[in-house]
């Protein structure tokens, strides 16, 4: 997959149509991946999921135990 790309801003047309005021290109969806940064593997996903469990366990059981003293 291919997108097309502008070398500045892209700006709204009188028509709601977008225009680029530059240089147009394209790039492969492979080379998109690569500009985003580093993606996440499945295994930090799952690693971060469980991190942000623990995360709200905890701090429901601060509030839990704030409530109850």
């Known amino acids: 997959m291919n997108?097309?790309?502008c070398d500045v801003d892209?700006?709204?047309g009188a028509g709601g149509s977008?225009?680029?005021p530059g240089q147009l290109g394209n790039i492969t969806a492979?080379?998109?991946r690569g500009l985003?940064?580093?993606a996440l593997t499945w295994d930090q996903?799952?690693?971060l999921q469980g991190e942000v469990i623990v995360l709200f366990a905890l701090v429901?059981?601060?509030l839990v135990l704030k409530k109850l003293l």
Do not use: A, D, N
């Open 3 to 5: 997108f097309l790309v």
């Open 10 to 12: 892209w700006l709204q």
């Open 18 to 20: 977008p225009v680029c």
């Open 30 to 32: 492979e080379e998109m």
């Open 36 to 38: 985003s940064g580093s």
């Open 45 to 47: 996903v799952s690693e």
């Open 60 to 62: 429901f059981g601060f």
